[in-house]
Structure formats: structure tokens, C-alpha cells
């Protein structure tokens, strides 16, 4: 095999960079956007109209974008933030675009099921807006918002080996580079188990964290 364990293990710390700071920039903008969905939708605390058709189809349409499109149609944004599109910074750009939008919607859907009940006895207790988001709606939907942050990893992680076809560096790019590039087949394969080993520990970790809150 051509790729040594220095490499891969480099690789390895190039990806979990990439999926570490994607998913922080990524929740910054996702959670409140999600939130904004939620309680601006009609009936709800908040109920704007305004705001939610026009967050909605832009949220719509971010997520309708293959992130490979996006991934080079953002290359004069990429480089306009971190100065170059090549390399792992570089991809964190693109993928942010890619997760944000996609982790807003899935906590739409983890907040849309906090029971409707739970927000009328708040409003009832004379809980403003932001009590009943911050110690009502997010509470209560944590189990499901972890298990939401989960799926968003584990998409993050895929985005991560699309990146490196455009040399974003990580166990994808070891794996385009010499597995598909050099007809490497060994090399293909151990980055693909890596990936799963990755994706495996992920889900089994959210799947453990939602279980213990969901118990309390």
C-alpha cells in the first residue's frame, strides 16, 4: 500500500477538523434559524409571516443545492473568507453553506414536536417568548435535537470525503487521490471502513446521549 499510517492518521485529523468546526459555524446559524421557524409559523408565539416565507424558501432552496455544485459555486466566496479554495479551511466555507441550512430544518422538525400543551401552560404561567424557547421548547426537545446534531455529523462526514475531490484534504481526498485516482483498491477500502468506523461511532454516541436525556 502507498499511503502510510502517517497519512491516513493525518487524514484522520483533517476530517474531524473539518466536521468539528463545520458543525459549530453550522449550529450557529442552523439552531436559530430553526427556532425562527418555528415559532414565527402561523399560531405559534411568534407568529410573523413575513419572516417565515421568506426564511422558508430560502431554506428550501440552499437545501435543494447538491453539495458539489455548491462546493465549486462558493470558490470566490471561499476565497474571499479564508484567501484560498484549495485546502481544509477552505472546505469548511462550503460545507457550513451545506449544513446550516439542512440542521435549521431538522430542528424545525424536533421542535414542532414539543407538545403544543407544554407551550400554553408556559403561556399561562406568564412565560415571555424567549423563556418559553430557551427553558420550555429546547428543553423539551432536546433528546430529539441531539439525535437532529447526530444526523447533521454524520451528513457532514460525507460532505467531508465529496470535498475531496476539490483537494479538500481528509480521508476523502486519500481516498480520491490514490483508492480512485491510482486504482489503489487497499487504499480505497481501509478510508472507506474509516468512514464507517467515523459514522458508527457518531450515531451510536447521539443515539447514547438522547437515550439519557430522554430517561430523566
Not at 418555528?38 to 421568506?54: A, E
Not at 485516482?181 to 459514522?199: P, S
Request: charge should be positive; aromatic fraction near 8%; glycine fraction near 8%.
Amino acid at each position: 500500500m502507498e499511503v502510510t499510517s502517517e497519512q491516513l492518521t493525518t487524514a484522520f485529523i483533517e476530517t474531524l477538523y473539518m466536521v468539528t468546526w463545520s458543525l459549530l459555524f453550522a449550529c450557529l446559524i442552523g439552531i436559530p434559524l430553526g427556532v425562527l421557524l418555528v415559532v414565527t409559523r402561523k399560531g405559534h408565539i411568534l407568529q410573523n409571516t413575513v419572516i417565515f416565507n421568506i426564511l422558508n424558501p430560502i431554506i428550501n432552496i440552499l437545501r435543494s443545492v447538491p453539495f458539489i455544485i455548491l462546493l465549486v459555486a462558493l470558490i470566490p466566496v471561499t476565497r474571499f473568507i479564508v484567501d484560498s479554495s484549495i485546502g481544509v479551511k477552505a472546505a469548511i466555507v462550503p460545507l457550513v453553506f451545506y449544513a446550516g441550512p439542512y440542521i435549521a430544518r431538522l430542528v424545525e422538525n424536533s421542535l414542532l414536536e414539543v407538545d403544543q400543551g407544554i407551550i400554553e401552560a408556559a403561556q399561562a404561567m406568564g412565560a415571555n417568548a424567549w423563556q418559553i424557547i430557551w427553558r420550555f421548547m429546547l428543553p423539551e426537545g432536546l433528546s430529539s435535537l441531539i439525535l437532529t446534531l447526530t444526523t447533521a455529523t454524520i451528513g457532514l462526514v460525507g460532505a467531508t470525503a465529496m470535498a475531496g475531490v476539490v483537494g479538500a484534504g481528509g480521508i476523502g481526498n486519500l481516498a480520491i487521490t490514490y483508492g480512485y485516482q491510482r486504482y489503489d483498491n487497499i487504499t480505497m477500502l481501509v478510508t472507506v471502513i474509516i468512514l464507517v468506523v467515523i459514522v458508527q461511532s457518531v450515531q451510536s454516541l447521539g443515539n447514547f446521549i438522547s437515550r439519557r436525556i430522554r430517561r430523566r
